[in-house]
């Protein structure tokens, strides 16, 4: 018989308390051999993204910031030979992790999550000289509070403006924080109160670097709201369904009756990763257009014009015209068109300032045009292809889903690929190799100070 997640109560009169008696009671013993194998998916995942999204701007910048709080430099900068306070560390890293926008997904939360779960549990984790066994409970932890909330709030969430990752994602990295540091129930409650207090971020900054602090600002708000919480600071109770609390001022309200959709499925196991390293709602356009590509081996001369067909909300989220930046064309549906016409890779190297300027390119995407489906919402695309030939095209995306059980093996070899690729070059092949093999025995004695010392450069 398989193992589930606690049950929430139904009642929203209840729902922070019990989601926080549950975020506290999670065990190890209580999950599968599966669960844990996700668990290393997604530190994995982590840590290639996080290394990698080291050496950009955004999370350079937010370094510089963050080393001004010197004090009680006990955790690790990702990619660098800094070390800061755990606050420090989990705005720098989890801004590194997400400065790419290619790391993990989940479509239960409508975000990001472990770029705010895995970030503070490693940050507070190496802090308190957890072991690798109490950051795998704490980051399952994290995600059942984000799949939870995500669906219990809804989708008009999101539509409303705000950018979950950074919202729902502060309260996740609460929940995983505050299990690292051995929060009992009522302390765990007061965290997520905290948290809830701390949430933000808005999708008007999507295509700049403020996107990826969204990611930081949680993973820290999480920290904080764990170590105040620990210290007995006070914080509103309820605070997720309470008047004025989170589900009354920015989303509708409140269906804790929702949660049963989830059929006692862990969080861990509605996350996605990334082949791409742009915004996930052009994934569908991507894999389409690779798709009718590789079936019919066109070439950019060969076409005469694209036309992508998305529901109206794509409009608030991936469609940047004419991206100026690399960064931009993260979220330019045209852009990312363009990369797959003229056979260019769509991980990072497309999303250059260099890449968004390159002739070749912006005559390209001048051929792309995206059209409304006129669905209001979903992620659903259907791609056309006009050929100079005369001959039309068309293919419809197929749905982005989690890996089953049976396809975790798999799965892991991809984000070994991944993570070499994107790490290598600036920690080494040899350290990369060290980061694996700790990853897929971090729930045994690996402590999280030995695993991230191998994220230094040199």
Known sequence: MSKTAPSVAASPAGFTSDLARCAAEVSLEDVLDTHRQRVRHCLLDWLGVTIAGSVEDAARIASDVALLEREAPRATVVGTQHRLGPQGAALVNGTACHALDYDDSSFWMTGHPSAAVVTAALALGEARAASGRDVTAAIIAGHDVAARIGVAVGKDHYLRGWH?????????????????????????????????????????????????????????????????????????????????????????????????????????????????????????????????????GFGPFEVESVEIQVSDQMFDICCIEEPM????????????????????????????????????????????????SGAPTGLETIVRVSLRSGEELRVESEERRAATDDELPLEWETLCRKAR???????????????IDGVAHIDAELGVADLLALTRPG
């Not at 082949?275 to 569908?284: L, V």
């Not at 999303?351 to 005559?363: I, K, R, W």
């Open 164 to 296: 979950a990752t950074g919202t729902i994602g502060a309260f996740a990295a609460a929940a995983a924080a505050g299990r690292v540091v051995g929060l009992d129930a009522e302390a765990m409650e007061r965290a997520l109160g905290l948290a809830a207090t701390q949430a933000a971020g808005l999708k008007v900054s999507f295509g700049t670097m403020a996107k990826p602090l969204h990611a930081g600002r949680a993973a820290a708000s999480g920290v904080l709201a764990a170590l105040l919480a620990e210290q007995g600071f006070t914080a509103g109770l309820g605070a997720i369904e309470a008047h004025q609390g989170f589900a009354s001022t920015q989303a509708p309200g409140l269906d804790a009756d929702r949660v049963e959709e989830l059929g006692g499925r862990r969080g861990i196991e509605g996350v996605l990763y990334k082949k791409h390293a742009c915004c996930g709602g052009t994934h569908g356009a991507i894999d389409a257009l690779q798709r009718l590509r590789a079936a019919n």
């Open 325 to 372: 930046r690399g960064i931009e064309g993260k979220f330019s549906l045209r852009h990312v068109a363009s990369l797959v016409i003229a056979d260019r890779s769509t991980g990072p190297s497309g999303f250059t300032d260099q890449a968004v300027a390159d002739p070749e390119l912006v005559a390209l995407r001048r051929r792309v045009q995206v059209v409304s």
């Open 421 to 435: 690729d994107l790490a290598s070059p600036i920690v080494g092949d040899v350290a990369i190799a060290g980061l």
